[in-house]
T-cell receptor, first 114, second 107 residues
Framework: DAGVIQSPRHEVTEMGQEVTLRCKPI?????LFWYRQTMMRGLELLIY????????DSGMPEDRFSAKMPNASFSTLKIQPSEPRDSAVYFC????????????FGPGTRLLVL | KNEVEQSPQNLTAQEGEFITINCSYS?????LHWLQQHPGGGIVSLFM???GKKKHGRLIATINIQEKHSSLHITASHPRDSAVYIC?????????FGTGTRLTIIP
């Protein structure tokens, strides 16, 4: 299996622009997680889905952030409008069943908002 | 006070030393993860524990549910073990992370 696939790997954009991050989980996995990592705050869970349904989005920072999972093999995390403080590495992970199981992380998307 | 506390925050040791990283938490949990993040940024899940002990190669993870404490041990440490080790707990289907322990193993 190719593992969790994220795209793009790097994104540089200007403040105010819309940013869309993409994730393909491991085939057959039922849970998908979006994380953000910064030097100041470390690793934070933004949202996670189980069977394509958002289970916990309490980590989503504000209305500028939205996440969707239209099917079992694809998810997006959108920031609109982006701000410099959104600069971070965004990781996607998947697990076979639920949040308490081993998670497999993608390589991350490094986002820089100027 | 953070719900998940890791210690030490930074640890430097000589190759071959026995390493212990600690994780204490204040909430009831159903599972605990140990993650490893290499200098290049990639994250690997090392263990998922709900009780007792698990071993994988030179890595051993233990958890004491009553004491709300987990430890990650590395035997015969090697420079390639240099990474940030992150503890994360699962409680009420919420995942909470520790701030990580940066480990540096000197040859």
């Amino acid at each position: 299996d190719a593992g969790v696939i994220q795209s793009p790997r790097h994104e540089v954009t200007e403040m105010g622009q819309e940013v869309t991050l993409r994730c393909k989980p491991i085939s057959g996995h039922n849970s998908l997680f979006w994380y953000r990592q910064t030097m100041m705050r470390g690793l934070e869970l933004l949202i996670y889905f189980n069977n394509n349904v958002p289970i916990d989005d309490s980590g989503m920072p504000e209305d500028r952030f939205s996440a969707k999972m239209p099917n079992a093999s694809f998810s997006t995390l959108k920031i609109q409008p982006s701000e410099p403080r959104d600069s971070a590495v965004y990781f996607c992970a998947s697990s076979a069943l639920w949040v308490g199981e081993t998670q497999y992380f993608g390589p991350g998307t490094r986002l820089l908002v100027l | 006070k953070n719900e998940v506390e890791q210690s030490p925050q930074n640890l430097t040791a000589q190759e071959g030393e026995f390493i212990t990283i600690n994780c204490s938490y204040s909430v009831g949990i159903s599972a605990l993860h140990w993650l490893q993040q290499h200098p290049g940024g990639g994250i690997v899940s090392l263990f998922m524990l709900s009780s007792g002990k698990k071993k994988h190669g030179r890595l051993i993870a233990t958890i004491n549910i009553q004491e709300k404490h987990s430890s990650l041990h590395i035997t015969a440490s090697h420079p390639r073990d240099s990474a940030v080790y992150i503890c994360a707990v699962v409680g009420n289907e919420k995942l909470t992370f520790g701030t990580g322990t940066r480990l540096t193993i000197i040859p």
